[in-house]
């Protein structure tokens, strides 16, 4: 007899996607359990002998486990496949990555630097959830010159969508040619947060790259190539 478990870490651990994101595909339908649809959260299912499709697709548990990070650069999407037919993230690792990997969150298609890609999707789960508070850092340069009653206001947190973000760590490294360079820290990840926040104090964002996530650098990791963790930086969001 398998393993049982709930549906959602079955297609975690095929390595599709998040516990998180599998929860949505099963509310959307696209799950199935030996042919039977299923939408309902919490079903459970034994590995190796129940048959779980997504969107018609045979779903195997990956037996080894993919831990990357990759230096995106601007004009990817952080997505398996896109519907306009853009380039994605997976066309720089499929070459060399042959096992299914899936992004860890998201950078927009204009913003560059660091994203971490796996199969293990419990431990995608404790990067990208808000409770364990993973730090990203950024660097953005922005339009017009960051006075420092906007500075604090992004410290203390501004108001994007209608809700307050959390403080962030924010400095002001150069500003030239009426353009400031900042490094920004934050622990959330909502939509497009770092340029939201500062369009909210009037400094739209030129240019923008992530530096870091966790413990994991960015470094000199070349754009558009990857490496793998090491086992210090996967073990540092296991131990979260």
Known sequence: ??????????????????????????????????????????????????????????????????????????????TVNDQFGRPTVMDLVSKEIHERVFPVGRLDYETEGLILMTNDGDWANKVTHPRFESSKRYYAVLKGVLTIASLNKIRRGVYIDGKKTSPAQCEIMEIESGMTLVEIVIHEGRNRQVRKMFEAVGNPVKALRRVSIGNVELGNLPEGRWRYLTSGEIGYFMNK
């Open 1 to 78: 007899m398998g393993e049982i478990v709930r549906l959602q870490k079955y297609i975690a651990m095929s390595g599709v996607a998040s516990r998180r994101a599998a929860e949505q595909m099963i509310a959307e339908g696209r799950v199935s359990v030996n042919g039977k649809k299923v939408t309902e959260q919490g079903v459970k299912v034994e590995v190796g002998n129940d048959k779980v499709e997504l969107d018609g697709n045979l779903l195997k548990v990956s037996s080894k486990k993919i831990y990357i990070a990759l230096n995106k650069p601007a004009g990817y999407v952080t």
